[in-house]
């Protein structure tokens, strides 16, 4: 079983850079999600979607744009990265009737330079 | 500002006693709590909610409280195991919107053999 998964694992970035996190899941889940993790600050919202053509802003949307043309993909776009976005991405997806057991990726460790 | 705090950034406990991770909130709209574990290298693995409508729910060796008057949860871990070593987060939602989740900063817990 896959679960969710994001690509790459690791990234390094100059300002400016854009660059797409892929993130895709199996279990056949409408509602995806991308969260950073930052020291100090928990998981935070960055974007989440509730089906394919369906997306909304989070907490922190600022500076990441974000798609769904499948149910399997979410990706998660940053068209100029900043250092301030250095962080560490993780998508999540579950069942919408499910409110609490969402199944998270193992995470994208940026690196803005 | 933070909306839910997790004011412990480390908890150190023997293996076979107790471990309380305590989790406080300022959103007096948030009806939905949930705890999630995270190992290194790992994405969160959901671990265990509660409903306002309740202030306890067990399982298995987990256990969350809930105080709403005071705007504060708590997980017990009976008995700890090392394998219970791990960053612990909690999160929040209101208004049954389930589609947005605050986490607190965690708390990492070391269970000593």
């Known amino acids: 079983n896959a679960g969710v998964t994001q690509t790459p694992k690791f990234q390094v970035l100059k300002t400016g850079q854009s660059m797409t996190l892929q993130c895709a899941q199996d279990?056949?889940?409408?509602?995806m999600s991308w969260y950073r993790q930052d020291p100090g600050m928990g998981l935070r919202l960055i974007h989440y979607?509730?089906?394919?053509?369906?997306?909304d802003q989070g907490e922190v949307p600022n500076g990441y744009n974000v798609s769904r043309s499948t149910t399997e993909d979410f990706p998660l776009r940053l068209l100029s990265a900043a250092p301030s976005q250095t962080s560490v991405y993780f998508c999540?997806?579950?069942?919408?009737?499910?409110?609490?057991?969402?199944?998270f990726g193992q995470g994208t460790r940026l690196t803005v330079v | 500002d933070q909306q839910v705090k997790q004011n412990s950034p480390s908890l150190s406990v023997q293996e076979g006693r107790i471990s309380i991770l305590n989790c406080d909130y300022t959103n007096s709209m948030f009806d939905y709590f949930l705890w999630y574990k995270k190992y290194p290298a790992e994405g969160p693995t959901f671990l265990i909610s509660i409903s306002s409508i309740k202030d306890k729910n067990e399982d298995g060796r987990f256990t969350v409280f809930l105080n709403k008057s005071a705007k504060h949860l708590s997980l017990h871990i009976v008995p700890s195991q090392p394998g219970d070593s791990a960053v612990y987060f909690c999160?929040?939602?209101?208004?049954?919107?389930?589609?947005?989740?605050?986490f607190g900063s965690g708390t990492k817990l070391n269970v000593k053999p």
């Open positions: 999160a929040a939602s209101a208004g049954g919107n389930f589609n947005k989740f605050y």
């Open positions: 979607s509730v089906g394919a053509g369906i997306t």
């Open positions: 999540a997806s579950r069942r919408t009737e499910s409110n609490t057991e969402a199944f």
């Open positions: 279990m056949n889940h409408e509602y």
